[in-house]
């Protein structure tokens, strides 16, 4: 189980967002994925193995963590980064969080 | 530039059966592993199966299993997914999404996403 926290996080441009994903036991860094999905849309891969940007995804992502605690972290927030985040270890993926606008 | 074409909306009554396509190209389907995620309104991700086409032997997540058949067509570079035993909660946008395979070893990391069928079951 992945399990997101928080489940909605309100922030306003420019702030950094800290997304986390637990699991309920170890997992291989190598396959932790992150993704972000916009309303209407796909999801989209931002990171992968944890802590890799995925081609085209701007530096202000960022991934990190190992073992059970994982964390995606958006630097400066801009307008189009306010969507649902999920992580993903093989077929199970979190919950999402929310990331909206404050 | 890889890309999953997935088949137009469907509705079904239930109890019925559905049968969702994913085309893409035999360059990507000899490197990949092409997995079924579906999102119920509102909802997360949900993974129902996969196949690795080269291999031919697909997987289905416990919650699917008996319901749900993944089955892929070289000749096409087609990936199918039937879902059986239709029920209202089934109505979903259900997900191609692909990941890169050596062989029977895949990365999990779904790196090209289908744009997604709206499946609603209704009678």
């Known amino acids: 189980v992945l399990t997101q926290s928080p489940g909605t996080v309100s922030l306003s441009p420019g702030q950094r967002a800290t997304l986390s994903c637990r699991a309920s036991q170890s997992v291989r860094s190598r396959y932790l994925a992150w993704y972000q999905q916009k309303p209407g849309q796909a999801p989209r891969l931002l990171i992968y193995?944890?802590?890799s940007r995925a081609t085209g995804i701007p530096d202000r992502f960022s991934g990190s963590g190992s073992g059970t605690d994982f964390t995606l972290t958006i630097s400066r927030l801009e307008p189009e980064d306010f969507a649902v985040y999920y992580c993903q270890q093989y077929g199970i993926f979190g919950g999402g969080t929310k990331v909206e606008i404050k | 530039q890889v890309q999953l074409v997935q088949s137009g909306a469907e509705v079904r009554p239930p109890g019925s059966s559905v049968k969702v396509s994913c085309k893409t190209s035999a360059d990507t389907l000899s490197s990949s592993s092409v997995s079924w995620v579906r999102q119920a309104p509102g909802q997360g991700l949900e993974l129902m199966g996969r196949?690795?086409?080269?291999?031919?032997?697909?997987t289905y997540s416990q919650r699917f299993q008996g319901r749900v058949t993944i089955t892929a067509d070289r000749s096409t570079s087609t990936v199918y997914m039937e879902l059986s035993s239709l029920r209202p909660e089934d109505t979903a946008i259900y997900y191609c999404?692909?990941?890169?395979?050596?062989?029977?070893?895949?990365?999990?990391?779904?790196?090209?996403w289908g744009q997604g069928t709206l499946v609603t079951v209704s009678s």
């Open positions: 196949i690795i086409p080269v291999l031919g032997v697909p």
């Open positions: 193995g944890a802590s």
């Open positions: 999404a692909r990941d890169l395979c050596s062989g029977a070893t895949c990365s999990w990391w779904f790196d090209t």
